[in-house]
């Protein structure tokens, strides 16, 4: 298993989202923006029981390339970081299967039981990433853009995560407060899937 330590940021609007993009210092201290395509879609069965235990199902295309992500969601910090443990799967096909995981198989068969596993969110967008080496610590920042889709309704993703790659979490405020406080984001506490589903639930 590994550990996912992040923060989300929301962003105010597309001119806020261009300026980052943009901005000169994080150009002249860590590069060129990599840009990613991704495609998500997330599983739980028709009650959300996996979500009822803290837990998501993903497979996610990017680039062209399958995988497929469990979730487990363990701790919020007052900062607004989560820490949520997480397992990965290349797989050639879009396809489930809880063997993937045979650290959680047995888990997640007792919470699905017979139950379907059905797609419950979509997730659409370009991913734009700057490798962070800060103070002895390895960030990923990236900077979303695009959609979130459950059934018929949708609703626009434009946000920052930065995510620790290597090294302590101590480092991440420190380098929202010296790149990117002029920005005017807000800590967002809810994840891509959190959000679908409440596009879910109006269905």
Known sequence: MGSEIEIKLSIKNEDILTEILDDERLKKDFGHFTIISMNADYYDTRELDLLKHNLVIRIRKENGEYVCTVK????????????????????????????????????????????????????????????????????????????????KYEEPIMEVEIELKRGTEEVIMPFIEDYLKDFDLKVETESKFSRGVALFMKK
């Not at 900062?79 to 879009?94: A, C, Q, T, V, Y």
């Not at 039981?113 to 969110?121: N, R, S």
């Open 72 to 151: 487990k969601r363990t701790m919020e910090l007052e900062s607004g970081i989560l820490i949520r443990g997480e397992w990965n799967k290349e797989i050639p096909i879009k396809a489930i299967k809880l063997e993937y995981f045979p650290e959680m198989k047995d888990e997640m068969a007792e919470i699905i039981g017979e139950k379907e596993l059905v797609e419950i969110v979509e997730t659409d967008f370009i991913r734009r990433t700057l490798d962070i080496e800060y103070k002895g610590s390895l960030l990923e920042l990236a900077v979303d853009y695009g959609k979130i889709i459950a059934g």
